[in-house]
């Protein structure tokens, strides 16, 4: 005999919150000191001035930096920069790759802000100004960047990299030119942006296939607009993950007893390298646990089958929360 329980999902209930701001308004009061009287008139000027009283003053234009003192300015910002660019790209996890995301474009924009002060070697002021440029203009796209990333409309760091598009090349390009102008460091650029790309998987394809062998399924609805992987973990033991399109169905049959929890990551592009999303991740898990058991007598054999959705329903009653990406199981 067979037993078919359903879980969905319920949707979220807006609670709507009131900020109060109490405004306090200060008065200033104005003391009347005495009256200072007496002593004798004074008449002052300088000397020399021209028709306003004033005196013209020049300062004297600074030096130009000798090539070798060039060379140690740009190095010492040099290995910051490049530094901050690596370890952005290394990032594994959408927290990471913020934190690193705000470290590098405040590298990026310390460095123009400080070479902007420095006099260059007149042979290579072009070069100089277009690297300044450079930089300073991806500074500024990192900030914006940063913001998606925060968003989690940026999730890995390929997707940064596509993002910040042209203006990384632009400053590759410019800091090849300086340094091909006298041996400058100023290539702090190590990696190439791809294209942006919009992969994505079979329905049904396992990533991880192991806990089957017994009666019970489980079947998935995703209904969402974004492509979902769902995890089914046993104690901290990841035993099955399948991708499940989205507006698709997708039936696990075989599943063994057990108690399991649900998590799963919805997006777009999917980078198997990385074992995840690329751009619009999302991160959830099922508040409850799902139990399959089997049950055997002398006459009939019963079993436990689920099924869930991935988007919220009338009527649903699984509730879902939020999960820290550092603490999604990959």
Not at 100 to 121: M, S
Not at 286 to 295: A, D, E
Not at 299 to 317: E, V
């Amino acid at each position: 005999m067979k037993r078919e329980i359903v879980w969905r999902v319920a949707a979220s209930r807006m609670i709507s919150c009131a900020l109060a701001l109490a405004t306090l308004t200060l008065s200033a009061c104005t003391s009347t000191g005495p009256t200072l009287t007496g002593g004798e008139p004074r008449a002052g000027g300088v000397a020399g001035g021209d028709e306003s009283g004033e005196t013209a003053r020049q300062s004297p234009a600074p030096s130009a930096l000798t090539a070798e003192a060039y060379k140690g300015e740009l190095e010492t910002r040099h290995k910051t920069m490049s530094g901050a660019i690596r370890s952005m790209v290394a990032a594994r996890t959408v927290k990471t790759l913020d934190q690193r995301v705000a470290r590098a474009q405040e590298a990026l924009d310390g460095a123009a802000t400080e070479l902007a002060a420095l006099v260059p070697p007149p042979e290579v002021k072009a070069q100089h100004d277009a690297y300044l440029t450079s930089l300073r203009d991806v500074a500024t796209d990192l900030d914006s960047t940063a913001a998606k990333v925060g968003a989690f409309d940026l999730c890995t760091s390929p997707a940064v990299l596509t993002d910040l598009g042209d203006g990384l090349s632009e400053l590759d390009q410019a800091g090849e030119a300086l340094e091909d102008a006298g041996d400058y460091p100023a290539d702090v650029v190590s990696v190439k942006a791809g294209k942006k790309q919009t992969r994505r998987l079979n329905n049904g394809t396992f990533l991880r296939k192991g806990g089957l062998g017994g009666r019970s399924s489980l079947q998935i609805h995703n209904g969402g607009t974004r492509d979902a992987v769902i995890n089914v973990m046993r104690g901290k033991s990841k035993v099955l993950s399948v991708y499940v399109r989205r507006k698709a169905k997708f039936k696990i049959n075989s599943v063994s007893d057990g108690t399991y929890r649900i998590y799963f990551t919805s997006g777009v592009d999917w980078d198997r390298k990385r074992g995840a999303f690329s751009r619009e991740c999302s991160f959830q898990r099922f508040q409850n646990s799902v139990k399959f058991r089997t049950t055997v007598t002398a006459t009939q054999i019963r079993w436990t089958d689920w099924r869930i959705t991935l988007h919220a329903i009338t009527g649903g009653n699984a509730r879902t929360s939020k999960v820290d990406p550092d603490d999604f199981p990959g």
